[in-house]
């Protein structure tokens, strides 16, 4: 099977879709499928590059437009986008993030190519604010013309089938997944002085609910033995750094910035807790990965992180400071007292209290936080956390892997490729329900293409070299 994913995000930008992007195409190759991947020039990087495995990466010379995405005109990128293609005898187009301009037109010029197309979502959107709006009514116009979409949770099926009006039964669940390989604990990387270290890695955005961290971290301003270590860049930074100066916290709040995704674990290994304050999330990598690293996880209680983790493995809080701050709290807590308990244990001393007494202790409180609202609280209460690092390792490993995600993918495609391709009349009956203004795109789209097949028959061009890869 050749399969050609496509993305406005990809190496060197670092992020979720892109890790996404770069781990199920490698695993796709060691299922002895073809892939390649489309995206758009970054600086020096250009043209066309082989990375691990022999991945193929088309950095097409495109000029961006807004916010690592360029301008999708239905003209000018149809000639490369279309010889790639033809190039590359690609048999399924796979868009990602609802965010891409170039995924959506790639796949507008896949359905028009008579090429079976796939998209996945990676967000949540609201419904309310003019940029929400318009990007609902782009993904509407995308999947009308796509053979099968895919969600990276449950919340995020519900979420797209609702704004983009997508039928139920053409939406499919499949998670992300994360290298616990690659991630895995490293206790003795930790202090033991006693000072615990709350991790947060994210970027440091709005969404990403850094107005929260910076009302977290005062609260700690005389609590001993914590420190922040943040990980991250963005337009909220100046905002974390001004609270780190003006709370005189300069030696208990780290700040990395932007740091290379191969490094990341180096950075979780130092903690004992991890912190995500996302307002706004359809699966959160962060948490897993930290999770993988045997962290503690302390998230907001959004979108579709409350399906990512078992309870054993997270502590879940609304979106407001005293919960973030109270669920952290307990997050210490537990550690403290595990840790004390794994002390005497090593000293030949017996713990004072059983495993039922403390169990019972822990419960009691988690139930004295009463910001923790509603079931969050309940269900954390209910379970004994998982502290030992390597036993959390194991659990994610069972619960996402990189190898069931591509065999779930490539059910996708297995499906889609049965399918019939999309005719004309049913495409342009397809974007004129979305919108009569919206079928000028396809139609323009439509003409470049048959000007360009007169031009520069499929017949002239050229099938792309294949190296023989070595088996895995």
């Known amino acids: 099977m050749r399969i050609c994913m496509v993305s406005d995000f990809f190496y060197p930008s670092i992020g979720g879709v892109e890790e996404h992007v770069y781990n199920l195409s490698q695993m796709l190759l060691a299922l002895g499928h073809k892939v390649v991947v489309l995206t758009h020039a970054y600086g020096d990087c250009t043209g066309i590059r082989h ?43 796979h868009g990602h993030s609802a965010f891409s301009a170039l995924a959506h037109e790639a796949l507008m010029v896949g359905a028009l190519l008579g090429l079976k197309t796939v998209f996945t979502d990676h967000s949540l959107f609201g419904f309310a604010d003019l940029s929400a709006a318009l990007t609902n009514k782009l993904l509407e116009i995308t999947l009308s013309m796509v053979n099968h979409a895919i969600c990276v949770s449950h919340i995020g099926k519900e979420n797209t089938v609702l704004r983009a009006r997508v039928a139920k039964h053409r939406v499919s669940v499949i998670p992300n997944a994360v290298d616990t390989a690659l991630f895995t604990p490293d206790p003795a990387q930790r202090p033991v002085n006693g000072v615990i270290n709350i991790v947060v890695a994210s970027r440091l955005v709005y969404r990403k609910g850094i107005d929260l961290l910076a009302g977290v971290i005062p609260r700690f301003k005389n609590t001993p033995n914590v420190k922040f270590i943040i990980v991250g860049d963005g337009p909220k930074r100046d905002l974390l750094e001004e609270i780190r100066e003006k709370t005189n916290m300069q030696d208990r709040v780290e700040i ?47 979108g579709g992180i409350p399906e990512v983790l078992p309870n054993s493995l997270i502590l879940l809080a609304e979106p407001d400071i005293e919960a973030i701050y109270s669920a952290i709290l307990v997050a210490i807590d537990r550690h403290r007292k595990i840790a004390a308990a794994t002390s005497s244990t090593a000293n030949g001393n017996i713990p004072q209290e059983t495993a039922r007494a403390r169990r019972k202790r822990l419960k009691k409180s988690v139930k004295s936080v009463p910001a923790i609202s509603g079931p969050t609280a309940a269900t954390s209460s209910q379970t004994e956390p998982v502290l030992c690092p390597h036993r959390c390792n194991e659990l994610v490993e069972t619960l996402y892997n990189w190898e069931d995600v591509a065999q779930r993918t490539v059910k996708v495609y297995d499906r889609v490729l049965q399918e019939r391709a999309f005719t004309l009349s049913e495409l342009i009956y397809a974007v004129y329900q979305c919108g009569a203004w919206f079928l000028a795109f396809l139609v323009v789209g439509h003409f470049t293409l048959l000007l360009l097949e007169r031009w520069r028959p499929r017949s002239r061009i050229e099938v792309a070299f294949e190296s023989r890869r070595r088996p895995s």
């Open 256 to 302: 990395l910035g932007a740091v290379e995704h191969a490094q990341v674990r180096d950075v979780l290994v130092r903690g004992h807790i991890f912190v995500n304050t996302s307002l706004t999330e359809a699966y959160c990598m962060a948490i897993v990965e930290a999770a993988s690293c045997g962290l503690q996880v302390v998230s907001t209680s959004v």
């Open 51 to 93: 990375m691990t495995h022999g991945l193929k990466v088309y950095y097409l010379p495109i000029k961006v437009c807004y916010n690592q995405c360029i301008l999708p005109t239905a003209v000018c990128n149809v000639p490369m986008l279309r010889a790639v293609l033809l190039r590359e005898q690609v048999d399924v187009v």
